[in-house]
């Protein structure tokens, strides 16, 4: 191409442009209405990172075993149930930003220089990253996986990808943001501010309405009102909801329950306990929530031994517990709880929920319930409890 068709074209491109942004105008746009979403979601998206990364150190225990706790007992169920609200709540508020701004990528040309071009594809990874993120999170919730990755990995990955794409976006704009702030902008024609108040209302009803429509799933007198989200903690076998059936993870009721034994293997020492004598050893009963990943929570009333003592007996003081499950395949067969869990005088090895021995679904002949925990770490169908060191022992 020689020069003059390269100048023809740019004057093509520049006029094409023109009469787009001419199209997307509207009076409503401008910092003031990017600033003002723009912070709401900061807000949202801050929440969802702090509690999305200590749910991947609840998962994670090796990587920072002194950052999770398992008091008070409610700490998961709040901190998981706020990522689901927060995260819900982003994406009225994401797409409401997006048309905000997006008449920017009609703008011609496209790039002015380098550091221009360097904040435009941090902007793009951002966005990109963020649709993605609220996306898959809420499919995840639905538990279902259409995705050749693993969610977990994925969303987690994709959570650093935003925090830094997120903090570069943030520097880039301080100015504007600042001088926002300090409340020296512009002053508006009164048709703008009007036109802005519209879509901060619009914006601002949507973001409600999701707040309301998942967060309510947790409170029982309003519970009708949790129309986005998929499961209602209360239905479900013994009046708890239940994530996988036993049907579901492939675990059958051992032909004969009185040939099931639970094995607690401390080194070399390996004791077998039946039913019949756990059930004979001094019983606990505690209020623990089960608190799902993807956002519900349920208080239930379970009975059984406690770890600390059943570990006692097998002859262990301290130390973190391999949780192994009679189910043979799965990501959740298998746990690590950590001492800090392991030892704690609410943690059980339940044998009963609500008074009745439990349901196969709800993990009999016995499941572990710990104080503080991801509910999809609260094995069901325990078949082995192995102490590795790692704490004193
Ligand atoms: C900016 C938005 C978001 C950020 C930064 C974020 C971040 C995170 C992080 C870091 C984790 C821990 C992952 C791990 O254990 O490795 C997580 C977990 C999770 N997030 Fe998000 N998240 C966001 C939005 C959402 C949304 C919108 C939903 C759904 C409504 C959602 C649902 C979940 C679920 C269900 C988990 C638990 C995954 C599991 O353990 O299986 N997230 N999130
Ligand atoms: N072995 C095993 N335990 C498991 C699961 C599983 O798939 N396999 N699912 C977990 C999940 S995701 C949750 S939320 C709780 C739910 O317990 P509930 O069905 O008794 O309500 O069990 C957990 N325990
Ligand atoms: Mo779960």
Not at 357 to 365: E, N
Request: charged fraction near 15%.
């Amino acid at each position: 191409m020689d020069r003059e068709s390269t100048r023809a074209g740019g004057r093509i491109a520049a006029a094409v442009s023109a009469k787009l942004l001419d199209a997307a105008h509207s009076p409503a746009r401008g910092t003031r209405l990017s600033v003002v979403i723009g912070r709401w979601l900061a807000l949202t998206f801050a929440v969802c990172l702090v509690t999305g990364f200590y749910s991947h150190l609840l998962q994670d225990p090796s990587t920072w075993p002194g950052v999770t706790f398992s008091r008070p007992a409610w700490l998961y169920a709040v901190t998981q149930s706020v990522h689901i609200v927060a995260g819900t709540v982003s994406i009225p508020l994401l797409l409401g930003k997006l048309w905000a701004v997006y008449p920017e990528l009609l703008r011609w040309p496209p790039v002015t220089s380098v550091l221009h071009g360097l904040e435009r594809v941090s902007i793009a990874v951002l966005v990109s990253a963020s649709l993605v993120e609220v996306t898959i999170g809420v499919i995840n919730t639905f538990q279902w996986y259409p995705w050749p990755f693993p969610f977990r990995e994925t969303h987690f990955a994709l959570a650093w990808v935003i925090l830094g794409s997120l903090l570069i976006h943030v520097a880039v704009k301080y100015p504007k943001i600042a001088a926002h702030w300090r409340g020296s902008r512009a002053a508006s024609a009164p048709e703008a501010g009007r036109a802005r108040r519209r879509v901060l209302a619009l914006v601002g009803t949507a973001a409600v309405a999701a707040f309301v429509g998942t967060a309510s799933e947790n409170v029982p007198a309003v519970r009708a009102l949790a129309v986005f989200t998929p499961r209602r903690p209360g239905r479900g076998s013994q009046g708890l909801a239940v994530n996988r059936t036993a049907e579901a993870a492939g675990v059958a009721l051992p032909a004969d329950a009185a040939d099931w034994r639970l094995r607690v293997v401390v080194g070399e020492r390996v004791s077998e306990f039946s039913l019949a004598e756990l059930a004979a050893r001094p019983q606990a009963e505690r209020s623990l929530p089960i608190a799902c990943v993807e956002g519900w929570v349920q208080d239930a009333a379970w009975g059984g031994v406690p770890l600390a003592a059943l570990l006692e007996a097998a002859g262990a003081s301290a130390g973190d517990v391999v949780v192994e499950s009679l189910e043979r395949a799965g990501n959740y067969r298998m746990t690590i709880l950590p001492e800090r869990f392991a030892w704690d005088p609410l943690t059980l090895v339940a044998l009963r929920l609500g008074g009745e021995p439990l349901s196969l679904d709800h993990g009999f002949p016995a499941r572990l319930i710990a104080p503080g925990r991801p509910g999809v770490l609260q094995t069901k169908w325990l078949a082995e409890l192995r102490v590795i060191t790692g704490g004193k022992a």
